[in-house]
């Protein structure tokens, strides 16, 4: 796992250059079909990080979000979002980030976030503690959804119901991208719940949350794979789930 | 205007000073009759701004969040919001921002937005042109909101309306706080739209938008003053403004 973690920390580092290289510069904007806008470094980011994997790991799978899959010879495969919140990276407010996971036979084993511009980077490792900026974190205590403040990028992604997160939850906030995620193993925020997201949005994050204390799952209450569908429930203090997917079904 | 600048500039070091002490650590956390948390940051803050206009600028009247009114015995008034973006602040997430603003007479003549964490400051003074530390900075141009990037902090605070927000807009992005109207000015957002604003909200930020090229007015299309309602429409493009109203109104 170190070995993995080391490779990790490179492609991250990588990421990281080329990103603050195109960060608030003039360039040109392409967009895909679904209008998300994408950016030359989304596109120099993936490529990079996919020339690292194949000169180390040639063997392991690659899915990423801009170029098409390779499939794994040895059931390891690499999850990269390279900037996962493009929106917030286009207007330049730095809480996007750098996703990239290891996921082995579809279960996700390593995973991080990489803020590149404020350099903040979470680590998080199967039955080791999530790191952040290379120190232990854990997530915070909260054993009732009226005490708990609440994440999620847009409501243009939840169901018609997600009004009802302001009875629910003590506070709602908006647009934290994959930093949010970060933030509650840090112990800062309780909970984030989002909808629509793809299997690169979502696979770094197990081993983060999980190494810090925390719960991530479905809206089903499963275990996250790289066949889940992206309805995303994670939270600070494991004691929330039931509560928590209750409110979900209803 | 450079007295009052540099005053301003002071104000501005002595608030993010405090606010980096407790930025990300545990402290008791109070709430006010409406739910947004208060922390014991925001009363130091506005505590310390106090006391600096008090000793320099004794006969100014002064409007903050926290504490109660000053009248203005010759026409100029501060209006001070120690941290914009509570919740920001709350759960670790550097958007939030310190606002200061002069008014004259109940215009707004100079206003910083200051972002402690990420050290970025943005200052407007009328007549001059706005600064982002220390350089000169312009809006964007764009003709069209199908071109435009929209900003806003919460759905929650708008009219049930907002979803068509997405057929009128090219992108809609959540929860910037102040942070988003400094983003206008650099030219790399198109357009914030919010309402429920208290006037220590949105005073600091005409001579902001305004000093780079760009517009900021009420939802009828009115220049900001002490006494607007808290509906704001902010433009990068001063050409945008009639399409952005028309689509307000209906």
Redesign the interface.
């Known amino acids: 796992m170190q070995e993995f973690i080391q490779l990790t920390e490179y492609m991250a580092d990588e990421a990281g250059t080329i990103i603050r290289h195109y960060f608030?510069q003039s360039f040109e904007i392409d967009t895909k079909e679904d209008?998300t806008?994408v950016t030359a470094a989304d596109r120099a980011v993936e490529k990079r990080l996919r020339e690292i994997i194949e000169m180390h790991r040639p063997q392991d799978g690659i899915l990423g979000e801009e170029f098409g899959p390779k499939e794994s010879q040895n059931g390891f495969t690499w999850v990269i979002d390279p900037i996962d919140g493009t929106?917030?990276f286009?207007?330049?407010?730095?809480?996007f980030g750098t996703l990239i996971a290891l996921a082995e036979n579809g279960a996700p084993v390593l995973g991080t976030i990489d803020q590149p511009?404020?350099q903040e980077r979470w680590i998080g490792a199967k039955g080791e503690p999530t790191l952040f900026n290379g120190k232990t974190v854990k997530t915070r205590s909260c054993t009732s959804l009226k005490d708990a403040?609440v994440?999620s990028?847009?409501?243009?992604q939840m169901p018609e119901t997600w009004?009802k997160m302001?009875d629910q939850f003590?506070?709602?906030?908006?647009?934290?991208d994959c930093?949010?995620y970060g933030?509650i193993a840090?112990g800062?925020?309780d909970c984030v719940i989002e909808s629509g997201l793809a299997t690169y949005d979502y696979m770094a994050l197990p081993p983060i949350i999980e190494g810090a204390g925390g719960l991530i799952c479905d809206w089903d209450g499963n275990p996250l794979t790289m066949a889940s569908e992206g309805q995303i429930l994670a939270l600070g203090d494991a004691s929330l789930k039931e509560q928590a997917l209750t409110f979900l079904a209803a």
Chains 1, 2 share one sequence.
């Open positions: 608030r209008e806008p929106k917030s286009m207007i330049g407010r730095p809480t511009i404020s403040i994440g990028t847009s409501p243009s009004p302001y003590k506070s709602v906030i908006w647009g934290g930093y949010s933030l840090n800062w925020l």
